[in-house]
Antibody
């Protein structure tokens, strides 16, 4: 059974940093692109980052480019999101998601809440 | 960036009725390989999103055949034949053609 379990969320002040983790199991992690998708309270879904199987290629929207860094450790079947210079508009539930080769998100974690507030 | 625009439903919808959710993209999602890179997800209340349809019309594994997807390169429809209580939630379309990946704003379904 595919499982994605996020951790590392919490309350953080504007301008500070936070690192999210996602532990994957039930599939060969190194064979899949992985991604982060977020959802602000009562809002829709927003793609945040994607990383290739080896980690050599990463992709971001302009809203987080230069502030967020996605990375992975295939030996540990783990995905990460380093978030720097956090803003109040980064407040959201962050989902770890598997990106299928056919170009869709086929599995999602339960999400982790990040609140940016002073 | 490709903008995804979703329509609304006349909520609440009577149980057993069929509904169509619309989605429009600002750029054709038909790729040279013949596939249309449009996906549909359902987010039930308090849950993570789940994949329903990919490549515009292919049902994901385990998804009821009451759900069907159709469309052209820029205009898409998710049809639910005979809505049930378990279909309640927000439906999102998403384009998988190019980065940045983008979602529609969501269409809420409520059942009467």
């Amino acid at each position: 059974e595919v499982q994605l379990v996020e951790s590392g969320g919490g309350l953080v002040q504007p301008g500070r940093s936070l690192k999210l983790s996602c532990a994957a199991s039930g599939f060969t992690f190194s064979n899949y692109y992985m991604a982060w998708v977020r959802q602000a309270p009562k809002k829709g879904l927003e793609w945040v980052a994607t990383i290739s199987t080896s980690g050599s290629r990463t992709y971001y929207p302009d809203s987080v480019k230069g502030r967020f860094t996605i990375s992975r450790d295939n030996a540990k079947s783990s995905l990460y999101l380093q978030m720097n210079s956090l803003k109040s508009e980064d407040t959201a539930t962050y989902y770890c998601a598997r990106w299928a080769v056919e170009d869709y998100f086929d599995y999602w974690g339960q999400g982790v809440m990040v609140t940016v507030s002073s | 960036d490709i903008v995804m625009t979703q329509g609304a439903l006349p909520n609440p919808v009577p149980s057993g009725e069929s509904v169509s959710i619309t989605c429009r993209s600002s750029k054709s999602l038909l790729y040279s390989d013949g596939k249309t890179y449009l996906n549909w997800y359902l987010q039930r209340p308090g849950q993570s999103p789940q994949l329903l349809i990919y490549w515009m019309s292919t049902r994901a594994s385990g998804v009821s055949d009451r759900f069907s997807g159709s469309g052209s390169g820029t205009d898409f429809t998710l049809k639910i034949s005979g809505v049930e209580a378990e279909d309640v939630g927000v439906y999102y379309c998403q384009q998988g053609l190019e980065f940045p990946l983008t979602f529609g704003s969501g269409t809420k379904l409520e059942i009467k």
